[in-house]
């Protein structure tokens, strides 16, 4: 049997060392499914539930170009003014649906494939505060704060897309809000970016500065490397004319979309969980209806973010068990009908890094990853419930999302994993330990996980490192990051034409121009 000597301090030396790609312990898009929290006649009876709400109910205050698609792809507009579609029209948008999609980043070797039961990280949210652990204060979020954080995730290897995390608040006009949120997520990371807009002429604008950076329209239509976030429907069934314009704007402009249907259990959706899931799945299916009326397999994800209400309070409750289950049993159905799929979980209702703020973005995030989400949106640095947006927490976050994709991995079993010999020469030769085997030391790099800030130490060794603590050594460094990390995929020249064309809020040097 080989063996090595000096056991541990040579296994803390090889696992310091940067990995290859080919013996990574996860990598995106690890496959999940393993939770079902649905049975079978579970899902054939929401099932029926969502094309009957889609058949009876329908859908009000539609706009007239979606009452005009809608109603030639096959849907029926009622006396009273509510846009029905019965299940054989649903269906149709069913089998035209892309599947199999792509999300470009700007750098393709951060491209997302979305397809059966893949599962990523994302951020998103629309946080109005920035959580300051160290002052244990919040203060109004700004422009630089989503650059910075779009900095941050840039280098966090788990976080594969970045949708925008929080309101400019120093930015009061609403166009200009629009445009500067989206410059500042494409110019801090090159992964796949995600925004919203309030207005369908402020998409318009985007586009045009999305093809100065991408070199053409051209080149942009064949490598979109944003998509749109959309809350096109107001729960409960209720369509929102501004939101239905800019989806109607991206889907003609080639920019993928999120179908957000984002109600919130006992409040916009019904407290029964299976009725909120019934519900959350027929306004998303209604927006994929639209979509493909439009354009026939225009890439779109459904986005079915049923959020929890404390029924105590009304208030909302992101980091709940609720939340997590909730989330599974909608991606347990973006599996049943195949379609790209992604939920929000993660987002805690603790006010900053601490214990509550880790067991529930880590229960959450893994129920979600486990049954299978395609994407899992706001898995990462939301506090307050979606009010506040923590950037060092990202760090932080990082090291769980990667423990969560672990174990969506899960145990792999074949001959040699089942270590028959490697057990019998230990026994019957060895030392009686597996400390110092190849098999060990191969493993020990593609298949366990190591967290960058977590403490493993004794208490001892703990005491003699100082006693370091997570969120300090997570600040140190963000600092770090933030004094040195300026990403410089689009370059100089191309930045001063965006600038040029458009209102830019913030100096070039604060991009380290």
């Not at 470009?104 to 990280?121: M, T």
């Not at 330990?433 to 960058?452: A, N």
Request: aromatic residues 8%; proline residues 5%.
């Amino acid at each position: 049997m080989a063996r090595r000597s000096g056991g541990r301090k040579a296994r803390v030396a090889l696992r310091s060392a940067p990995l290859a790609d080919n013996i990574k312990p996860v990598h995106p898009g690890e496959t999940g499914g393993q939770y079902r929290p649905l049975s079978d006649s579970d899902v054939i009876a929401i099932e029926a539930n969502i094309f009957r709400i889609l058949d009876e109910i329908g859908f009000a205050d539609a706009s007239p170009h979606c009452i005009d698609s809608c109603v030639g792809f096959g849907a029926q507009l009622g006396n009273d003014g509510r846009l029905r579609m019965p299940r054989d029209v649903v269906e149709k948008a069913l089998r035209l649906a892309k599947r199999d999609l792509v999300l470009y980043g700007q750098n393709p070797a951060y491209d997302v494939q979305i397809q059966g039961q893949k599962v990523h990280f994302a951020t998103a949210g629309a946080a109005v505060m920035i959580a300051m652990p160290e002052k244990n204060e919040y203060r109004d979020s700004c422009a630089q704060d989503l650059y910075d954080m779009a900095r941050i995730a840039d280098t966090c290897e788990h976080i594969h897309i970045f949708q925008r995390m929080c309101v400019l608040r120093d930015i009061e006009d609403n166009y200009e809000m629009d445009l500067n949120t989206l410059y500042c997520s494409v110019m801090g990371t090159s992964k796949h970016v995600g925004s919203s807009w309030v207005d369908y002429r402020h998409l318009e604008k985007s586009l045009e500065m999305l093809h100065i950076i991408a070199g053409g329209e051209e080149q942009w239509r064949a490598r979109p490397f944003v998509s749109q976030s959309n809350c096109y429907v107001v729960p409960p069934m209720k369509f929102t004319y501004e939101a239905l314009e800019c989806l109607r704007v991206a889907v003609e402009g080639g920019m993928p979309v999120l179908l957000l249907s984002a109600g919130q259990a006992g409040a916009t959706t019904p407290a029964c969980l299976a009725g909120a899931v019934s519900q959350a799945w027929a306004e998303c299916l209604g927006g994929l209806v639209y979509v493909n009326a439009i354009k026939p397999g225009a890439p779109a994800i459904i986005g079915t973010w049923p959020f929890i209400s404390d029924l105590r309070t009304g208030s909302m409750s992101g980091g709940s068990p609720e939340q997590g289950l909730l989330s599974a049993a909608c991606a347990q159905f973006g599996n049943h009908f195949d379609l790209p799929f992604g939920t929000a979980c993660g987002m805690t209702d603790s006010k900053l890094p601490d214990f509550q703020a880790g067991a529930e973005r880590a229960s959450t995030v893994l129920a979600a990853a486990l049954s299978g989400a395609n994407i899992v949106y706001e898995s990462a640095g939301m506090y307050a419930s979606l009010l506040g947006a923590c950037p060092e927490s990202l760090l932080l976050d990082n090291d769980l999302l990667g423990a969560a994709l672990r174990v969506t991995r899960g145990i792999e079993v074949n001959e040699e994993t089942l270590s028959f010999e490697n057990i019998r020469t230990v026994c019957v030769d060895g030392p009686g330990h597996y400390l110092g085997t190849d098999q060990t030391l191969r493993v020990m790099q593609s298949d366990y996980i190591y967290p960058d800030y977590g403490d493993r130490d004794s208490p001892t060794v703990w005491a003699d490192n100082g006693k370091p603590v997570m969120l300090e050594k997570a600040a140190r460094r963000r600092d770090e990051i933030l004094g040195s990390y300026y990403p410089s995929h689009i370059s100089n020249e191309t930045d001063a034409e965006v600038r040029a064309k458009f209102p830019i809020f913030l100096p070039p040097e604060a991009i380290g121009r």
